[in-house]
């Protein structure tokens, strides 16, 4: 969902096998060329689709469920700070739920303080704790002895 420079985009692409498909989307021109380097120079290019928009329109370019989606959010590393993930986050972890399959995972990579200048936290962890426990299973995780604002991992299961 947050291509960056394309270090979740190559493990999942070595993950999917020679068969699989892996859709990786960013808003930031430079975050999809270093993504398109980094992929060619793992000889890997051909199980990604990259795709120049918001991953809160995945639904759009995405027409088969799938089995798992990596959020990293906040800014590209060595780039400008101000184009974070938030407000969008919301959307596209609600089309995110849509597109998952059974037994499928999405994680989530969440920061906040330190020098992110922005707050997406809360409103992510308020929305994923009122998910059907039914249908999903929450799991929120700790850098337990990092200080300095660690980011938050989440992992959301589809049960059924
Ligand atoms: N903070 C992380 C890196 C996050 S990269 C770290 O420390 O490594 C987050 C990426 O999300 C950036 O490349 C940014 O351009 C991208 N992004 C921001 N808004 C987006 C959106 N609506 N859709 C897809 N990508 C987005």
Redesign the pocket.
Not at 1 to 5: F, H, I, R, S, V
Not at 72 to 77: E, I, K, Q, S
Not at 83 to 86: C, E, K, L, P, S
């Given at each position: 969902?947050?291509?960056?420079?394309g270090?979740d985009t190559e493990f999942l692409c070595q993950k999917v096998g020679e068969t699989g498909n892996v859709y990786a989307?960013?808003?930031?021109e430079?975050?999809i060329s270093h993504t398109r380097e980094r992929l060619e120079r793992a000889n890997l290019s051909t199980r990604a689709k990259l795709i120049h928009?918001?991953?809160?329109?995945m639904q759009t370019y995405v027409k088969e469920e799938v089995k798992a989606i990596t959020f990293?959010?906040?800014?590209?590393?060595g780039?400008d700070h101000k184009?974070?993930?938030?407000p969008?986050?919301l959307a596209?972890i609600e089309s995110a739920l849509n597109l998952l399959k059974k037994g499928g995972i999405i994680n989530l990579?969440i920061?906040s303080g330190g020098d992110?200048g922005y707050e997406e936290k809360e409103a992510i962890l308020n929305y994923v704790k009122e998910l059907d426990s039914k249908k999903w299973l929450v799991i929120v995780n700790a850098y337990y002895n990092r200080k300095n604002d660690p980011?938050l991992p989440v992992f959301i299961y589809r049960l059924k």
């Open positions: 969902a947050t291509a960056g420079n270090g989307f960013d808003v930031q430079m975050a928009d918001g991953h809160e329109k990293n959010f906040g800014y590209l590393p780039s184009i974070a993930t938030h969008s986050s596209a990579c920061y992110t980011p």
